[in-house]
């Protein structure tokens, strides 16, 4: 059972803070994060290229010349995909990307993120972020104090304060529980968990 120290977002030590391990000292599989990153990703394409084939193009309909006697390779129609202005052979079509993972296994590769994270000491449990105003400098004090250059905040609740104030930070991304995912974890390197945001975690992930 991992025992982690609480701060206060001006990094003093404000207390301590019990992870469970069923969350977060969780073996890591690479293979499975690597599946669930690719299924999010996989997700977010778009699939809207498209191409234009031989039922697509106008013309075409006329035969270009008579079959023999030109001294020319035959031809049947001007919209070939061997002529210029022509269609394109097994060309890329609207599709979906997206792939199914099994519930099981995504809550497993949440599980494993965030261990990973406590496991190389880039987790950090932090009692509250509160500012008086929406300011980005003075998110920036908090980040620089909390020694923060790539960080997810996880927050229970979001605060519009503390998303309005940081959204200019490079590096910084302010997230819900709900919000949380594998992709984001891993992309960045610090992990910020505030104290709600723990238990929130813990009732999820269990």
């Known amino acids: 059972m991992a025992v982690v120290k609480l701060y206060d977002q ?43 084939g031989r039922s697509d193009i ?30 394109v052979t097994f060309g890329p079509q609207p599709r979906d990307y997206g792939f199914k993972v099994n519930k099981k296994v995504r809550r497993l590769a949440i599980k494993m993120a965030l261990s990973s994270r406590l496991a190389g000491e880039n987790l950090l449990v932090v009692n509250s972020i509160e500012l008086p105003e929406v300011k980005t400098k003075l998110m920036a004090g908090v980040t620089e104090a909390l020694g923060l250059n790539k960080a997810l905040i ?14 200019n930070l490079p590096g910084i991304t302010v997230q819900s529980v709900e919000q949380l995912n594998v992709y984001d974890v891993l992309r960045h390197k610090q992990l910020v968990l505030l104290e709600g945001a723990v238990e929130s975690v813990q009732e999820r992930l269990k």
């Not at 977060?24 to 394409?45: C, D, G, M, S, T």
């Not at 996880?154 to 959204?167: H, M």
Request: hydrophobic share 40%; charged share 30%.
């Open 154 to 167: 996880v927050a229970k609740d979001l605060d519009e304060k503390l998303v309005l104030s940081a959204r």
């Open 58 to 87: 106008r013309g075409g309909g006329a035969k270009p010349w008579r079959q023999k006697g030109t001294g020319r390779a035959r031809a049947g129609s001007s919209r070939s995909p061997i002529w210029r202005g022509g269609a």
């Open 10 to 52: 001006n990094k003093a030590e404000a207390g301590e803070i019990t992870l469970a391990p069923e969350v977060f000292e969780v073996e890591v599989k690479p293979e499975i994060l690597n599946l669930v990153v690719r299924a999010q990703r996989a997700a977010k394409r778009a699939g809207t290229h498209a191409v234009k």
